[in-house]
């Protein structure tokens, strides 16, 4: 309670383009922890992180009561876009883009910040589209940070039509191998590795085309929905591809945890996905918490969470990690953020403070 | 029942541990050549079979079994053939092949290999006139197609007469709404697509700007390069599939080789099936004689045929009680008149013939593919069953 206090108050005074932040625990979101560490926040930007920082004076420093890390990356998102995500007209949506659909103003995108969430890959819902259009990474802030980073192909059962062509697993892979004989516009920026691939896969099956179909074109990006490729983890560490994993719920499938735990010890690169069949921003910690639970390392998941998601994402060099020169994205966390109990104090995108958990008593620890 | 689950695991993981010789000790070894060997020790090697001997004891690692036939051969299981395993936008999709389709994950595939059936023919659902090329395959072994995959000398073109192909069609009164608003919508217009798609590929030969994908196969079937299995279960189907080879002989076209699928009815004509030369698969027997697409299965005259010269095969068609596998058939098969060789034959080097694949699979003999059924008794027998079975030579159900 006095920490939130501190944080506020001084928040009030400061004037918000330059402070610091003082954390006893610092993850950097690449899997390491700096103890007893500085972040130093100017113009939106990390200029520095370190435990000895030389500060100027004036520059105000924050005491955070808890642990900070990058603010969370979602792999996959549609907060807010609702039907507005996915275009049925043609079952070929190659140049339809999706950050014509994001409307930062809407309440579920306001559930990403309190969720931790400050980037997110906005990308189609799964309907019936072969190829659903073009992701756009962006801020809950409203800030757009690629307009055109990843093309969704579905080559699941969603993918596959109804009434119309391809309506067979043949017919999808007919149509998609026809278009990628002469590509151009998404297509062609995908073949020329300008453009990551967001490719969705359910059952191993459609996992083992999808990876040898990703192959044959050198394409890079990530699977989503694929609950359980880490049952072809070998298979998906050498295509180069990785998994959004999740979302993951209270009773998930002990298969899919066991899959997502096979594919983080193959070395498969990893992030987290917010949708499902809805968006579900808490669902991001949870599935975290759930992987750990079932054998991940904590930083693993953490990593998935921040600087892993980011270079899926093909933004790396911009947010995921509390490294200088990177988006002063930070969350701060009354205790791990892997730990499904911690709570969200602050966020912060660009370096403003745009979430401040309500201030609450401290729930007091049963007496034995 | 732990062992054979923790070794299919072990299958299935592509496990380097997977036991690759066995000793087969059985009372009888029905050889599938018409000779039956008593006490015979079968030696497995490398997915082949080693060494027969009969008039041997049971060596003390043998696996111990009443008999052993060749590992049977369904040539129309339909496992898990949904919607996604044919292309419906259009009605003749020759050019396309179901193996994109077959989830070599489903356990339906290992439920399969462990009734005693080690290849299978899997084709398209038939919602089409012409719904594409079948895949030969083996039931168990690693997930991954091409490494189960039969290269066949002849492979098999897999279409529909009846009413399946026009199921969901409808007329379009007005603008079409979807792909379903087209021909056929009866038996007649399944006919007409059927000759419009040879006529097509033979014009396109005399005219290239005619071309369109899958004339080739379509050619390739007038050559009889590639082997044609229709389904068509009423005697009038069988008819429209019969006659339409005869029209594509009469016409120089060419000469289709005729494989029918479901032929429920084929024992009402068996004269035009003798003159067209067709081999036939049946579907399971039922205890009415009801099939599908009203056609009235009668057991005894179907199975008649086989003395009459006619290429009979068995099948389960994707039925899914127990009753309905393929064990089970070759035993009511015999029950309506069958003899135990002709029953075997039924289903093991029958389909393998119509395969082209009879010098790997269908008998048990020195140098063929270790594909084995273990029995507990006189195979087929209603109180036999199967006990033990290897898919080149990796024992995938364990009779211990």
């Not at chain 1, 009030?12 to 954390?23: D, G, N, V, W």
């Not at chain 1, 297509?187 to 020329?192: A, G, R, S, W």
């Not at chain 1, 990876?211 to 072809?232: E, N, P």
């Not at chain 2, 076209?253 to 049946?282: H, K, M, Q, T, Y």
Request: charged share 20%.
């Amino acid at each position: 309670m006095l920490s939130t206090l501190t944080l506020a108050g001084v928040l009030a005074l400061a004037p918000a383009h330059e402070f610091a932040l003082h954390s006893g625990r610092i993850h950097l979101g690449d899997g390491s922890v700096l103890e007893d560490a500085t972040v130093h926040v100017a113009s939106g930007k990390i200029v520095a992180v370190g435990t000895d920082l030389d500060l100027a004076d004036g520059i105000p420093v924050i005491e955070c009561e808890g642990e900070l890390s990058p603010g969370l990356i979602g792999l996959r998102d549609s907060s807010g876009a609702g039907a507005e995500a996915q275009d049925n007209t043609r079952v070929v949506m190659a140049e339809a883009e999706l950050r014509f659909a994001f409307n930062p103003d809407h309440s579920q995108v306001h559930r990403l910040v309190e969720n931790g969430v400050t980037s997110v890959v906005f990308a189609p819902r799964s309907g019936s589209n072969l190829i659903g259009g073009i992701a756009a990474v962006v801020k809950p802030s409203g800030r757009i940070l690629v307009p055109r980073a990843l093309l969704h192909i579905d080559v699941s059962a969603s993918g596959a039509a109804k009434g119309r062509y391809p309506t067979s697993t043949a017919g999808q892979y007919q149509e998609l191998e026809r278009l990628f004989s002469a590509p151009e516009g998404s297509i062609e920026e995908l073949v020329q590795g300008r453009m990551g691939v967001l490719l969705e896969a359910e059952t191993r099956h459609e996992v083992q085309l999808a990876l040898d179909f990703a192959m044959r074109h050198h394409l890079r990006g990530y699977l989503v929905h694929a609950k359980r490729a880490g049952d072809l983890a070998a298979a998906v560490k050498a295509s180069g591809l990785g998994v959004a994993l999740g979302p993951f719920l209270p009773g998930e499938d002990p298969r899919h945890l066991a899959s997502a735990v096979a594919l983080a010890e193959a070395g498969v690169p990893l992030g987290f996905a917010v949708d499902g069949s809805r968006p579900l921003p808490s669902a991001l910690r949870w599935s975290a918490a759930a992987c750990v639970r079932a054998g991940m390392k904590r930083a693993a998941a953490l990593r998935a969470l921040t600087g892993g998601a980011a270079e899926l994402a093909g933004i790396a060099d911009r947010v995921g990690m509390i490294r200088p020169g990177l988006d002063a994205d930070l969350c701060l966390w009354s205790g791990a953020p892997t730990d499904p109990s911690s709570r969200l104090l602050a966020v912060y995108i660009d370096g403003e403070n745009v979430y401040q958990a309500p201030v609450k008593e401290t729930v007091e620890e049963d007496e034995e | 029942m732990m062992l054979p689950l923790l070794l299919c695991a072990a299958l299935a993981a592509g496990g380097d541990t997977v036991q690759d010789s066995w000793t087969i000790h059985a009372e009888r070894v029905y050889t599938g050549t018409g000779e039956v060997l008593k006490n015979a020790l079968i030696t497995v090697q490398d997915g082949e079979i080693q060494s027969i001997r009969p008039g041997r004891s049971a060596t003390e690692d043998a696996l111990q079994v009443k008999a052993v036939t060749a590992g049977m051969i369904d040539l129309s299981p339909r496992v898990k053939m949904d919607t996604r395993s044919v292309e419906q936008a259009r009605e003749v999709e020759p050019e396309l092949s179901v193996a994109p389709a077959l989830d070599l994950f489903d356990p339906a595939w290992e439920r399969l290999a462990e009734s005693g059936v080690t290849t299978v023919l899997a084709a398209p659902l038939d919602r089409n006139v012409i719904g594409g090329m079948t895949v030969a395959l083996r039931t168990a072994g690693p997930t991954d197609l091409a490494a189960r995959q039969w290269s066949l000398p002849r492979p098999i073109l897999r279409g529909s007469m009846g009413s399946a192909p026009s199921y969901g069609n409808h007329p379009a009164f007005g603008r079409p709404t979807d792909c379903f608003s087209r021909r056929p919508t009866t038996r007649m217009g399944v006919e007409w697509e059927w000759r419009k798609a040879f006529f097509d590929a033979v014009q396109a030969t005399e005219d290239p700007s005619k071309e369109f994908a899958g004339a080739e196969e379509l050619r390739r079937a007038l050559a009889g390069e590639v082997q044609l299995m229709i389904q068509a279960w009423a005697t009038q189907d069988i008819r429209t599939a019969i006659y339409l080879k005869e029209e594509m002989a009469r016409e120089g076209f060419g000469n289709l080789d005729l494989i029918l699928d479901a032929a429920a009815e084929a024992w009402r004509e068996p004269e035009i099936l003798l003159r067209s030369g067709a081999a036939i698969v049946l579907p399971p027997f039922s205890a009415d004689g009801r099939t599908e697409d009203n056609a009235f299965m009668a057991w005894h005259r179907d199975v008649d045929l086989v003395n009459q010269g006619v290429r009979l095969c068995l099948s389960s068609h994707g039925a899914v009680p127990a009753a309905a596998r393929l064990d089970r058939q070759a035993g009511l098969a015999m029950r309506a008149g069958l003899t135990f060789d002709q029953a075997l034959a039924a289903v093991t080097t029958t389909p393998a013939e119509l395969l082209g694949l009879t010098d790997e699979i269908g008998t048990v003999e020195v140098g063929k593919d270790a594909d084995l059924c273990l029995w507990s008794g006189r195979p087929f027998e209603a109180t036999s069953r199967v006990v033990g079975v290897l898919v080149r030579g990796e024992l995938v159900r364990d009779p211990r």
